[in-house]
């Protein structure tokens, strides 16, 4: 299992939060999410055979939401 990071821009509250868990879930490969809206973060771990980091950065973009370079 691989960890991925993403810094979201306009994460404001527990319903964005619940978005984007919905989103990630349903990208091929996850495995576990935890989205930190004080941090505007995810953190979650997925199969590197079923799924890239870019996979999830664009399930977050076409929610609408921006991704922040670390």
């Not at 299992?1 to 993403?6: D, F, V």
């Not at 509250?13 to 984007?20: C, L, P």
């Not at 935890?34 to 055979?49: G, I, L, P």
Request: glycine share 4%.
């Amino acid at each position: 299992m691989e960890k991925g990071l993403l810094k979201i821009k306009n994460l404001k509250d527990d319903q964005d939060a619940k978005t984007i868990v919905n989103a990630l879930n349903h990208v091929w490969g996850i495995e576990k999410i935890r989205v930190d809206v004080n941090n505007q973060e995810a953190v979650y771990t997925y199969d590197n055979r079923m799924a890239a980091p870019e996979d999830f950065v664009q399930a977050v973009k076409d929610l609408g939401y921006e991704i922040r370079e670390n």
